[in-house]
Each structure stands twice: as C-alpha cells, then as structure tokens.
Nanobody
Framework: VQLVESGGGLVQAGGSLRLSCTSS????????VGWFRQAPGKEREGVSC????????YIADSVKGRFTISRDNAKNAVYLTMNNLQPEDTADYYC???????????????????WGQGTQVTVSS
C-alpha cells in the first residue's frame, strides 16, 4: 500500500501540527498504522500506533499527553495531532502500514510492510 505523509513544517515551541497519513487503498482501514520519527544522528523512534479496529492505540512516553493518534477510515487517513511541540520533537516523521493480517498496534519498525516518504517537523525554541 502506498502512503503519503503531509502536514509537517516549521513551528515555534508550544505550537501544534497535525500530520496526515493517507492512502489510495480503499481498505486502508484494515491496516494497522504506526508513526515513527527520526532525528538527525538518532535512531528511529516509534511514536504512536493505531490498530485496524480502532480499539487500541499507543503513545510513546516521550510524547504522551501531547500527541494523539486517530483515523478516519472514510478518508483513508490516519492523523497524528501534535500539541505543545518542543525542539526535541524536531525530526522526520514517517507513517507505516502493516499488512491486513497484522491488525495489532505495534511500534516496532520491523512490523510494518509499507512506509511513506516522510514529512519534516522542525520546532524552533
């Protein structure tokens, strides 16, 4: 499945952004989706995920209370809403989808089969 991220940009500390992960796949709702980020010189970090049944989500401790994940299956989209952004949130953000046979929410990159091209988020202090 092809994925396209959008919504990144430059924002001041304390600001908000909403990242979108969209697909042309009509059955995108059957895919568990994860959000990952990678800052320069750092390993890729699993930020959040949502399962295919919308019954389970996960938010990493590093962003808990500030980031939320949601999906709109009618729009074939998964969103990462990021509030109170901090300079340490600066990274390239990627969404990833697991094949429909894997419906669980997992924040390990090996679990996912398809990746988007990423969208850059820069938070200035």
């Amino acid at each position: 499945v092809q994925l396209v991220e959008s919504g990144g940009g430059l924002v001041q500390a304390g600001g908000s952004l909403r990242l979108s992960c969209t697909s042309s796949e009509s059955t995108f709702g059957d895919y568990a989706v994860g959000w990952f980020r990678q800052a320069p010189g750092k390993e890729r970090e699993g930020v959040s995920c949502i399962d295919s049944r919308q019954s389970s989500t996960y938010i990493a401790d590093s962003v808990k209370g500030r980031f939320t994940i949601s999906r709109d299956n009618a729009k074939n989209a998964v969103y990462l809403t990021m509030n109170n952004l901090q300079p340490e949130d600066t990274a390239d953000y990627y969404c990833a989808a697991a094949s429909p046979s894997k419906f669980l929410c997992v924040t390990k990159d090996w679990y996912y089969d398809s990746w988007g091209q990423g969208t850059q988020v820069t938070v200035s202090s």
